[in-house]
């Protein structure tokens, strides 16, 4: 009896497991102050581009996030010199329409890709993949003078509608995630009669929405903040964007203008709230996305 208990005793696991449930809690500080800082890092510019926002303009610069005299006229200046309401407007049809645009036809491609086993299926992805390695400007020109032959070059139009043959990041993205849905589900379907356009829509789309939505709060930043496309293809004013307007108030109160930092940092604010808007409406679908990948890993 004794010789059979010992064993038992000796090979306990009862022991060691205090110690180590310890171990990840020995210093939870450091990780609090570790994120405080970051958060501190990134929060900061926005900080201070707020804060001299609302300064008179001797004021701007001298780095203090209270301001010591506050001057919310500029947001008055601003709104009166530019038609900002009229480029905030233009900005979210042209980003929402890119977003849209974009993620509908990724998603139908990303789904043929997963769904459909052809011949050479591997080789038509790998080279649509290898798509994102061609930089922006060996397309520039070609592009422009397709709109330029189709007499749409001085609308809005080039901003949004080349996104309808889809996006090979996004491509890419949502792929992955169609992939994760158990093919035994499409299968159930099809033999109930479903056809191709049902189980892209019906089964696929509501699985894959954080990756949907991803790709569709993606894109809507893209576009805001684009500047080089609206440079190029808008001359009416308004027609511009917000990236666009900026670069219009920049001329005029920036250095090559009269030189009031004050009123182009109030712009900048107006162009950047959207999108922080945008993110904290959104920021749960981006963690639900990574630990979607994170339990298929």
């Known amino acids: 009896m004794t010789a059979v208990q010992e064993p038992q005793a000796l090979t306990s696991p009862a022991a060691p497991q205090p110690r180590r449930a310890g171990r990840g809690r020995r210093h939870p500080w450091v990780l609090w102050t570790a994120l405080a800082a970051a958060s501190v890092v990134f929060v900061y510019p926005f900080a201070w581009l707020v804060s001299a926002s609302l300064k008179p303009r001797p004021e701007v610069f001298d780095n203090r996030l209270v301001p010591q005299n506050w001057a919310p006229g500029n947001y008055v200046t601003i709104w009166s010199a530019a038609p900002v309401l009229t480029w905030l407007l233009n900005s979210v049809v042209v980003a929402l329409a890119a977003a849209v645009a974009v993620t509908i036809s990724s998603a139908i491609v990303a789904f043929g890709f997963a769904y459909f086993r052809f011949p050479g299926r591997n080789l038509l992805f790998a080279l649509v993949v290898g798509t994102m390695m061609l930089p922006g400007a060996v397309t520039m020109i070609p592009t422009y003078l397709i709109w330029n032959e189709l007499g749409l070059a001085a609308t809005q139009v080039p901003l ?47 699985l894959c929405k954080p990756a949907l939505i991803v790709a569709f709060v993606f894109e809507l930043r893209a576009s805001w903040s684009d500047l080089l496309r609206p440079l190029i293809y808008l001359r009416d004013p308004s027609l511009f964007t917000m990236p666009r307007g900026m670069k219009a108030i920049l001329d005029q109160f920036g250095q090559a203008g009269e030189a009031q930092w004050e009123v182009v940092l109030a712009g900048a604010v107006i162009t950047t709230v959207p999108m922080i808007v945008a993110f904290f409406l959104c920021q749960r679908y981006f963690v639900e996305g990574v630990a979607t990948q994170g339990r298929k890993g």
């Open 160 to 206: 949004w509608a080349s996104n309808l043959f889809g996006s090979a990041f996004y491509i890419f993205l949502i792929r992955q995630f169609f992939l994760g849905v158990p093919r035994e589900l499409f299968e159930a379907a099809r033999v109930d009669g479903a056809g191709y356009w049902r189980l892209f829509w019906r089964i696929a789309v509501p």
